[in-house]
């Protein structure tokens, strides 16, 4: 068995015990907290998805920093800014995710965002997180991604360390343009289908091997490699 499916959300016990050392479990810092406890193992994300964030809270903050911290945890997200579907406007979305990239930093786990025409100030926090690390920052994950290949190139250009983690639904222009640009930059993901993660890669006409290495690659930053 090997890590293929970097984003899925799972609603039972026994979904999460399957994705157990195969997907990269996402949800929030309570729940995460709770499936630690009850000693499911991961590999998991967590992070204040964008839909829920009402609020700047460092309550909030320092909650998602202790859960972040656990080995079990390799990511930070998801993450991000959504400007068509939201509780909080841009202006706190952006303050919560910024917190988000600076733990990433802090942790060296890749982060995994979720974006909604809100490409701008997402690349606003990256550019002023890489700026105060002053170093290599971790990869940033743009998951379900189905941008137009004007979008990937934009983003390739503004955030170096970036990959495209693709779904059940996908643009096929910018798939063809990725495959012959920045192949080694596609990762695949389940999210929430019902679809095996295999039948994804293979309607993505992927290899196994090359979205492993892809994933292999993608979690394992400058302080060394999360995932076996
Ligand atoms: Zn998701």
């Given at each position: 068995?090997?890590?293929?499916?970097?984003?899925?959300?799972?609603?039972?016990?026994?979904?999460?015990?399957?994705?157990?050392?195969?997907?990269?479990?996402?949800?929030?810092?309570?729940?995460?907290?709770?499936?630690?406890?009850?000693?499911?193992?991961?590999?998991?994300?967590?992070?204040?998805?964008?839909?829920?964030?009402?609020?700047?809270?460092?309550?909030?903050?320092?909650?998602?920093?202790?859960?972040?911290?656990?080995?079990?945890?390799?990511?930070?997200?998801?993450?991000?800014?959504?400007?068509?579907?939201?509780?909080?406007?841009?202006?706190v979305q952006q303050q919560v995710f910024s917190a988000h990239a600076q733990l990433s930093v802090e942790l060296c786990k890749p982060?995994?965002?979720?974006?909604?025409?809100?490409?701008?100030?997402?690349?606003?926090?990256l550019r002023d997180a890489a700026d105060e690390a002053k170093a290599d920052v971790p990869p940033v994950i743009f998951h379900g991604?189905?941008?137009?290949?004007?979008?990937?190139?934009?983003?390739?250009?503004?955030?170096?360390?970036?990959?495209?983690?693709?779904?059940?639904?996908?643009?096929?222009?910018?798939?063809?343009?990725?495959?012959?640009?920045?192949?080694?930059?596609?990762?695949?993901?389940?999210?929430?289908?019902?679809?095996?993660?295999?039948?994804?890669?293979?309607?993505?006409?992927?290899?196994?091997?090359?979205?492993?290495?892809?994933?292999?690659?993608?979690?394992?930053?400058?302080?060394?490699?999360?995932?076996?």
């Open positions: 068995m090997q890590l293929l499916d970097c984003h899925r959300h799972c609603h039972s016990a026994e979904a999460l015990r399957a994705s157990a050392g195969v997907a990269i479990v996402s949800s929030d810092p309570p729940t995460v907290e709770q499936w630690l406890w009850e000693g499911f193992s991961g590999p998991f994300s967590v992070g204040i998805h964008p839909w829920d964030v009402t609020e700047y809270s460092e309550s909030q903050i320092d909650k998602l920093r202790l859960v972040a911290s656990r080995p079990e945890v390799v990511a930070i997200g998801e993450t991000g800014i959504d400007t068509v579907r939201h509780q909080a406007p841009v202006g982060l995994i965002i979720h974006i909604v025409k809100g490409l701008d100030p997402v690349v606003e926090v991604f189905r941008g137009k290949p004007q979008m990937a190139r934009q983003i390739l250009r503004a955030v170096p360390n970036a990959y495209f983690s693709m779904g059940e639904r996908f643009n096929a222009e910018t798939l063809d343009w990725l495959r012959a640009q920045a192949p080694d930059r596609i990762l695949a993901e389940t999210d929430e289908s019902t679809l095996p993660v295999t039948q994804i890669i293979s309607r993505l006409g992927l290899s196994e091997s090359e979205v492993a290495a892809n994933v292999r690659r993608a979690f394992s930053c400058a302080c060394g490699p999360r995932l076996s």
